[in-house]
C-alpha cells in the first residue's frame, strides 16, 4: 500500500511540475513578446485558434471560448483608442 501511494504521490508532483513549468514558459514567451512588440501580433494570430477551440465540447471548449471572448474584447477596446 506504501508503494502505490508513494507512486501517486510522484505522479501528482509530476504533472504539477508539467503545469507550472508550462506556465513559466508561456510567462517568458509573453514577456518576450511584449518587449519586442510583437504581443499584438501574437494575438492576432492566436484570435482564430481560440475560436476554433471554442467550437469545441468540454473543458477546451470552455477555454477556447474565454481566450476568444478576451482577444475581442482586447482588439474592440484597441480599436476604440
Known sequence: METFLT???MRALMIGLVIVGVAVLVAVVVVLAKR???LDDAKRMAAPIARAAGSRGGTIGMVG??????????????AQR
Do not use: P, S
Open 36 to 38: 519586442a512588440g510583437r
Open 65 to 78: 471560448r474565454g481566450a476568444a471572448r478576451y482577444l475581442d474584447d482586447r482588439n474592440d477596446r484597441d
Open 7 to 9: 507512486f501517486m504521490l
